[in-house]
């Protein structure tokens, strides 16, 4: 089969289209002809070694989507043929023709959907669904600042913050993100020295919750757009991590500082949950996701080079048929 081999860490030119054996499903998995290939920033951090270095050669990649073409021992022969995404952070190779897959890693939908879309929801989805119903608990009533709104976890943690009954205020960098932002029902917002500020004036005191996953550059104004009691999560640093917490700069509006890590091997039924509610969002037209550009297999640098250069909205994705 063909897929993305890395054979050394760097940067995007280490990705080389070559020929290796397809896997084979062992217990408890199935092996999955993929249609679609979900890119994300972590298949860049790993390339570079920044964390988590591979273990060489490697074939990058966690999530995909495609259709089940046969079962490991212990699995249903009935699934074969189902149309299948996943996010496996114990399966890695997606960026192939084909993946092995533990069967508890699936999302199941429930009528045909395009595999570019279905690629574009586990591993956003999931974060987006852990931080705003696991992380910060996010109620009805509530005014919510989305640093990177425009971005695949940031849309879809507009869209559940929203669907939670919060109001929801996205920030975006450029006029087309913002676009985005106001597109999907939140008050976009513009990066800038007095952003704080606006956030106060607009709501009347601050927001009762800052999801952030930009981490070192947003961190003084994430902490001032906040009400007395409200609640910090961060759950990324796209610009490097932020500063240690001094807990008595806390103390005057007694505000909360968190953050959210996927761990899909705490509380497994809560993770089985997420994904029936996201599937069947999708599937019901209540969750839309947003694939920024398909580009072929061959193309993995590209993809990685304009992910590192922050150039895209939503989701990119691989087609290894092309």
Do not use: C
């Not at 289209?17 to 062992?26: Q, R």
Request: charged share 20%; hydrophobic share 50%.
């Amino acid at each position: 089969m063909r897929a993305i081999v890395v054979n050394r860490v760097g940067g995007p030119e280490v990705l080389e289209l070559a020929e290796v054996a397809a896997p084979v499903a062992g217990p408890g998995e199935v092996l999955i002809r993929i249609a679609a290939i979900g890119v994300n920033f972590a298949d860049t951090e790993r390339r570079r070694a920044i964390y988590r270095p591979p273990v060489l050669p490697w074939i990058p990649g966690h999530e995909a989507a495609g259709r089940i073409e046969a079962v490991g021992a212990g699995v249903d022969a009935a699934l074969i043929g189902e149309p299948v995404a996943y996010f496996s952070p114990r399966s890695t190779g997606s960026y192939a023709e084909h993946a092995t897959v533990p069967v508890a890693d699936l999302f199941r939908f429930p009528r045909a959907i395009a595999p570019a879309t279905m690629a574009a929801l586990p591993l956003q989805g999931l974060t987006a669904y852990g931080v705003v119903h696991f992380a910060a608990r996010i109620r009805a009533g509530e005014a919510v600042l989305i640093h990177a709104a425009a971005g695949g976890v940031g849309q879809l943690a507009v869209q559940l913050a929203l669907a939670a009954g919060a109001r929801v205020l996205g920030t975006g960098s450029t006029p087309a993100k913002l676009d985005v932002i106001a597109a999907l029902g939140a008050e976009s917002l513009a990066y800038g020295d007095d952003l704080a500020e606006r956030v106060r004036a607009r709501t009347g005191g601050g927001v009762d919750v800052v999801l952030d996953s930009v981490g070192k550059s947003t961190q003084a104004v994430s902490r001032a757009a906040l009400a007395p009691f409200g609640r910090l999560v961060y759950f990324g640093d796209a610009s490097g991590f932020p500063d240690p917490i001094v807990v008595d700069d806390l103390y005057a509006r007694s505000i909360a500082v968190g953050a959210f890590g996927l761990d899909l091997d705490a509380a497994p039924a809560r993770w089985a949950e997420a994904r029936a509610q996201l599937t069947a969002a999708v599937a019901g037209g209540r969750l839309a996701l947003s694939v920024s550009e398909i580009l072929p297999l061959a193309e993995a640098a590209r993809a990685h080079r304009d992910l590192e250069a922050r150039a895209t909205i939503g989701k990119l994705v691989l087609d290894p048929g092309r």
